[in-house]
């Protein structure tokens, strides 16, 4: 590593707002996302031996705010998002073949939102934006059904917000904005669909980073309340 930054290939399609998600493969799916037109459909894959963008499936629905999760199967599961409407439509990308299936719709439309892979495989999607206001709501999408069913909602309605699997298994989320700009933090619990709150942030915040280091400690960094943040917190190591 030099510490240092190089140009490689560049889009095809200039895009803010998409997804990128790690295939099993190496490469790169970008998706979706809002272009100079409004939404986008079109989805491009980014080969780090060649440095190359190709153009593969598009996606059925034109979205942006959405998320991309790749599940165990290696496809990408696509939720949720906006385009005009906060959209309840999710769809699967099979690497194999480079094409969109459709797969079964949210619960609750919703932008912003949050989406994890869960050690057994399933994605849990919390809280965003629906209609005008933020919301509280969960769901989990089952891939082996391609159906959503409800969970324990959020004790606040927020987005953009964090969630990073721990190593327990358990969900961490954290900051966000819905009425104000939080501090919360809550860990969910799969085997019974229920949020616990722990400790507060030092300083509530919306559009930061989460990442968990090796030695189980969370990593908040940047992010934005009152005026853009340069703080960055360490949570303690999460046992639960």
């Known amino acids: 590593m030099t510490g240092t930054w190089t140009a490689t290939g ?9 997804t990128a998600t790690l295939l099993s493969s190496g490469q790169v799916l970008v998706a979706g996302g809002l272009g100079s037109g409004g939404a986008l ?11 190359i963008w190709t153009a593969t499936g598009s996606l059925a629905q034109e979205r942006y705010f959405h998320t991309a999760t790749l599940l165990l199967s290696g496809k990408v599961l ?4 906006l385009d005009g409407l906060n959209l309840r439509s999710a769809e699967l990308y099979d690497p194999v073949t480079g094409t969109w299936e459709e ?33 509280a709501t969960a769901e989990i999408y089952d891939p082996a059904s391609g159906t959503w069913s409800p969970t324990g909602a959020l004790p606040v309605a927020v987005y953009s917000h ?17 009425t104000a700009f ?19 942030l030092n300083a ?13 400690k969370v990593l908040i960094a940047g992010g934005s309340s009152t005026e853009t943040l340069a703080s960055a917190e360490l949570g303690g190591r999460v046992r639960q």
């Not at 560049?10 to 998409?18: F, I, M």
């Not at 696509?78 to 998002?81: C, H, L, N, P, S």
């Not at 509530?204 to 189980?216: K, P």
């Open 10 to 18: 560049s889009l095809g399609t200039a895009r803010s707002e998409h």
């Open 182 to 200: 939080y501090a919360n933090t809550e860990i969910y619990t799969p085997s019974n669909g229920t949020w616990t709150s722990t400790g507060s």
């Open 78 to 81: 696509v939720a949720g998002g």
């Open 41 to 51: 459909a079109s989805a491009e894959l980014y080969d780090p031996a060649t440095g």
């Open 103 to 135: 797969t079964g719709q949210l619960i609750r439309g919703r932008e912003e939102h949050t989406a994890t892979l869960l050690s057994d495989g399933r994605v849990l999607v919390a809280g965003g934006v629906s209609g005008p206001s933020s919301i």
């Open 162 to 178: 964090t969630a990073t699997l721990l190593p327990s298994g358990a969900v961490l989320v954290t900051g966000g904005v819905g």
């Open 204 to 216: 509530a915040r919306s559009d930061h980073t989460a990442t968990l280091l090796l030695n189980r």
